[in-house]
Nanobody
């Protein structure tokens, strides 16, 4: 059984930064392509960023390109999401997800096998 635990969320002013972490237990990090998603109240869960097993390939939603960076440390079984220049519209619960036996990430929630419990990010104006 794989468990994903997000941390690093909180309250920040617009223009500020946060770094989210996703640590997992179970098989080593390198078995999974990983993704970050977010869900705002009353909205569907949406793709934010994804990273390949090796970390060489990453993809981003248009809304966060140039502001967010996804990275991973396979030795620590951890994936990160560095969020800069935050905007009020980035307010959401952020989830990390693991995609077993795939090299690259997916932009679809159905492409993932395991999910974390989420961490709240609130950006005030």
């Amino acid at each position: 059984q794989v468990q994903l635990v997000e941390s690093g969320g909180g309250l920040v002013q617009a223009g500020g930064s946060l770094r989210l972490s996703c640590a997992h237990s179970g098989r080593t990090n390198s078995y999974y392509a990983m993704g970050w998603f977010r869900q705002a109240p009353g909205k569907e869960r949406e793709f934010v960023a994804g990273i390949s097993r090796s970390g060489e390939s990453a993809a981003y939603a248009d809304s966060v390109k140039g502001r967010f960076t996804i990275s991973r440390d396979n030795a620590k079984n951890t994936v990160y999401l560095q969020m800069n220049s935050l905007k009020p519209e980035d307010t959401a619960v952020y989830y990390c997800a693991a995609r077993v036996s795939f090299i690259i990430a997916s932009a679809y929630t159905s492409g993932y096998d395991y999910w974390g419990q989420g961490t709240q990010v609130t950006v005030s104006s």
